[in-house]
């Protein structure tokens, strides 16, 4: 099956300090990605959608300046956290579809963050 | 609006079967998606139900029917390591993905 594969795992950064977070799509090429937040005991909120080559399409309330998104190959989509703070802790999750629409979403392990 | 719903949270029995329903209305309908997710971990593909009717994969069958905005996620011979949150999505028109808040399975002995 697809596999899509998420980097790092999990990350405790400083306040104040910058994180970066990798997606890779491993066995397809996904034209479009799409960035989760999850906090404890809560339902998946979409963050943005990440379309190769172009700008990411942020979810109403998501600051696009925080949370920069790059999707700069049909393999790969990164999430920098800036400036992070400890409100900013949780649990980050890609997810990839492949070129036709109704693809099921594949998602990587996810990046639980961690800001002290 | 968009609304998914589906209980909060169910018990089951080693075992046993346990049948998870999922109500939607959405601004059309281009399919549904049932996922499992464990405590702490990403969410994993279940099934994809875009006709009406059954779809068995082994343990896990998924039922659809459209007119009635209703799906079910049928879970057999439950086994402890089942014990997860489902989640149900629905595609849209705009083939945007709408989430329901989940429904967390707790396997008992």
């Known amino acids: 099956g697809a596999v899509v594969s998420q980097h790092p795992s999990r990350v405790i950064c400083k306040s104040g300090t910058s994180v970066k977070i990798e997606c890779r799509s491993l066995d397809f090429q996904a034209t479009t990605m799409f960035w989760y937040r999850q906090f404890p005991k809560q339902s998946l909120m979409l963050m943005a959608t990440?379309?190769?080559?172009?700008?990411?399409?942020?979810e109403q309330g998501v600051e696009k300046d925080k949370f920069l998104i790059n999707h700069a190959s049909l393999t790969l989509s990164t999430l920098t956290v800036t400036s992070a703070h400890p409100e900013d802790s949780s649990f980050y999750i890609c997810?990839?579809?492949?070129?036709?629409?109704?693809?099921?979403?594949?998602f990587g392990n996810g990046t639980r963050l961690t800001v002290t | 609006g968009q609304n998914i719903d589906q209980p909060t949270e169910m018990t089951a029995t080693e075992g046993a079967i346990v049948q998870i329903n999922c109500t939607y209305q959405t601004s059309g309908f281009n399919g549904l998606f049932w996922y499992q997710q464990h405590a702490g971990e990403a969410p994993t593909f279940l099934s994809y139900?875009?006709l009406d009717g059954l779809e068995e994969k082994g343990r896990f069958s998924s039922f659809l029917s459209r007119s009635k905005g209703y799906s079910y996620l049928l879970l057999k011979e439950l086994q402890m390591k089942d014990s997860a949150s489902y989640l149900c999505a629905v595609l849209d028109s705009n083939y945007q993905l709408i989430w329901g808040a989940g429904t967390k399975l707790i396997i008992k002995p």
């Open positions: 990440s379309n190769e080559g172009s700008k990411a399409t942020y």
């Open positions: 997810s990839a579809r492949g070129a036709a629409d109704n693809s099921p979403l594949h």
């Open positions: 139900n875009v």
